[in-house]
């Protein structure tokens, strides 16, 4: 029996992955006069006085929203939310394995932008932070955007920065292993969706100076009439040398290639027309740009995938759970750039790199407790609970 029909019997068998539980008992009517009526009456009221109470009276605190609209889901598209469930049921369950956290999902059958800021700022007094997941570019960028200025609690688009930490906490773990300097390669990035962009804006951040950046229609360069206003501004700031053409062109004398798009994308000819000793990570799902066995043929000296079925899983379940936990443990509302960077090198730090394993596996328990304390560097930009 294959690992899908493994996993669709799995599901069937426990009609999806998660369920809730009651923190306390219920099994004499004193019990219930407590957590029910007449007592919770009590403490309803004195949430109605002060609303920051709820963070100390339910279970508010611990609780986290995972969004989505099912447009963009793992590499098989807009599928809609019905069918984006497992996924999101996936992540909730990595959240309360990893860092003890209780997250709901929420799969809506929407996808206008305004219509899913609205949903997300009328839930917002049931959670301490927003986790939004397979939300298709280049909606995704506003949402986020948006919710970020107006919620007060921490919002997390894994897609996009969840994916860009994981490729930069292997990236310095590569560099490490191949003494390459960031200012001085050359780096390819296939893939202009949320995941591609936020990557590509995370590695300029870090130092990374020479990146190429293709959509499906090749090389983006400020040449390009058809572009939105995030490839825009890329254009900008990449492909400094006007390059134009498609993937093979992008590859040519690159030293690092990222792959955030679709399967079998990669030829060993382009893989072979790289330096040598080239880092390939090729993280579409379920199939990778090249299978690594094929990229290594080639030439590749580091090759990750999102798989865990390979060497060198790179992927974004390593930095959803200690970063949520991280957010709310310190009270902390905003991502910014250097603490991305900063969760990145903890992430790196947890393992000694070996070539065949960049980066701490998913279920490394102390990736959670890593991230936590790159967090805390900056609790100077706590905020108090939110009215």
């Given at each position: 029996m294959d690992n899908n029909q493994q996993s669709i019997n799995l599901h069937r068998e426990w009609r999806g992955k998660i369920e809730l539980r009651n923190k306390v008992p219920l099994a004499t009517d004193a019990d219930l006069a407590l957590a029910y009526t007449p007592g919770v009456a009590a403490v309803s009221s004195a949430i109605a006085q002060d609303s920051r109470r709820s963070w100390e009276l339910t279970n508010?605190?611990?609780?986290?929203?995972?969004?989505?609209d099912g447009t963009?889901?793992?590499g098989l598209g807009d599928i809609g939310p019905e069918a984006a469930m497992p996924v999101m049921e996936g992540k909730a369950a990595i959240f309360k394995e990893f860092a003890g956290l209780d997250a709901i999902p929420l799969c809506l059958r929407e996808k206008d932008t305004e219509a899913i800021i609205k949903f997300c700022r009328q839930i917002e007094p049931?959670?301490?932070?927003?986790?939004?997941?397979?939300?298709?570019?280049?909606r995704c960028f506003e949402i986020l955007s948006r919710l970020e200025t107006e919620l007060s609690i921490p919002v997390f688009h894994d897609d996009q920065d969840g994916t860009a930490i994981v490729v930069l906490a292997a990236l310095v773990n590569a560099l490490k292993l191949t003494s390459r300097q960031k200012e001085e390669m050359k780096v390819v990035v296939n893939g202009a969706g949320a995941a591609g962009i936020a990557t590509t804006r995370l590695l300029l951040s870090y130092g990374v100076s020479n990146i190429i950046i293709l959509d499906s229609r090749g090389i983006i360069s400020t040449e390009r009439s058809d572009l939105d206003a995030a490839k825009k501004d890329l254009a900008v700031k990449t492909n400094t040398n006007k390059v134009s053409g498609d993937l093979a062109v992008a590859l040519e004398g690159a030293d690092v290639f990222v792959g955030l798009s679709k399967g079998n994308l990669v030829t060993a000819e382009m893989v072979s027309s790289m330096n040598k000793g080239a880092i390939i990570f090729a993280m579409a799902n379920p199939t990778p740009e090249i299978m690594p066995d094929l990229a290594k043929q080639a030439g590749a000296l580091i090759v990750g995938t999102g798989r865990s079925d390979f060497a060198n899983q790179i992927n974004n379940a390593?930095?959803?759970?200690?970063?949520?936990?991280g957010l709310l443990t310190y009270h902390i509302k905003d991502v910014t750039v250097a603490m991305k960077i900063s969760v990145a090198e903890a992430i790196a730090a947890v393992v000694e790199p070996q070539h065949n394993y960049l980066l701490p596996k998913v279920m490394d328990k102390k990736v959670v407790g890593a991230i936590v304390e790159a967090i805390a560097e900056f609790k100077p930009a706590a905020i108090s609970a939110p009215s």
């Open positions: 508010r605190a611990n609780q986290v929203a995972i969004i989505s963009a889901v793992l049931s959670f301490a932070g927003i986790n939004l997941e397979d939300i298709a570019a280049p390593l930095v959803f759970p200690g970063m949520f936990k």
